[in-house]
T-cell receptor, first 115, second 114 residues
């Protein structure tokens, strides 16, 4: 198993550009989520999905879109990048149901800089 | 609303010394609590979790944590630090049931000196 994979590892964008951060998992996990990590702020939930076709907003969803057309993939779209979106982005996945849902598997992260 | 407070953004210990990383939580319902570790340039890895069973929880790499409801705390300890323990540690809280919306603390960086 590759686990949770994320591409790209690094990205530099100009303000106003759009892009998609890719996330894939090969563990057949129902739950997937996106977090952003900022210095001194820990990780904050952006969007999450409890299954294909079902997504919901987390704590900081503004400026981001998601969709989940397959179990394996959960891309995060930045529609019009802003410097405030400079961050490290982590994708995570977990099984549905007690107790396995309590262990989330994290990808290696994408470091995004918006200039 | 739930929240987590981690005291100390940096903790320094000598190799072989006790490691104590502090975590206090706020939750309106009985919480589930987690400690994650992040090594440089990597994602997060689950160290241990409390899900309302035993209050003393043992995790990987010799770490353990004790859930103390009266103190709203979930401190992480390890009797003897190793150089390989140098990393950033995050405490997180969630509510039971369904998708686990983790609320993270701001993290504590553990520095281990020889």
């Amino acid at each position: 198993n590759a686990g949770v994979t994320q591409t790209p590892k690094f990205q530099v964008l100009k303000t106003g550009q759009s892009m998609t951060l890719q996330c894939a998992q090969d563990m057949n996990h129902e739950y997937m989520s996106w977090y952003r990590q900022d210095p001194g702020m820990g990780l904050r939930l952006i969007h999450y999905s409890v299954g294909a076709g079902i997504t919901d907003q987390g704590e900081v969803p503004n400026g981001y879109n998601v969709s989940r057309s397959t179990t394996e993939d959960f891309p995060l779209r930045l529609l019009s990048a802003a410097p405030s979106q400079t961050s490290v982005y982590f994708c995570a996945s977990s099984y549905k149901g007690f107790p396995l849902s309590y262990e989330q598997y994290f990808g290696p992260g994408t470091r995004l800089t918006v200039t | 609303a739930q929240s987590v407070t981690q005291l100390g953004s940096h903790v320094s210990v000598s190799e072989g010394a006790l490691v104590l990383l502090r975590c206090n939580y706020s939750s309106s319902v009985p919480p589930y609590l987690f400690w994650y570790v992040q090594y440089p340039n990597q994602g997060l890895q689950l160290l241990l979790k409390y899900t309302s069973a035993a209050t003393l929880v043992k995790g990987i790499n010799g770490f353990e944590a004790e859930f103390k409801k009266s103190e709203t705390s979930f401190h992480l300890t390890k009797p003897s630090a190793h150089m390989s323990d140098a990393a950033e540690y995050f405490c997180a809280v969630s509510q039971p049931g369904g998708f686990q919306k983790l609320v993270f603390g701001t993290g504590t960086r553990l520095l281990v000196s020889p």
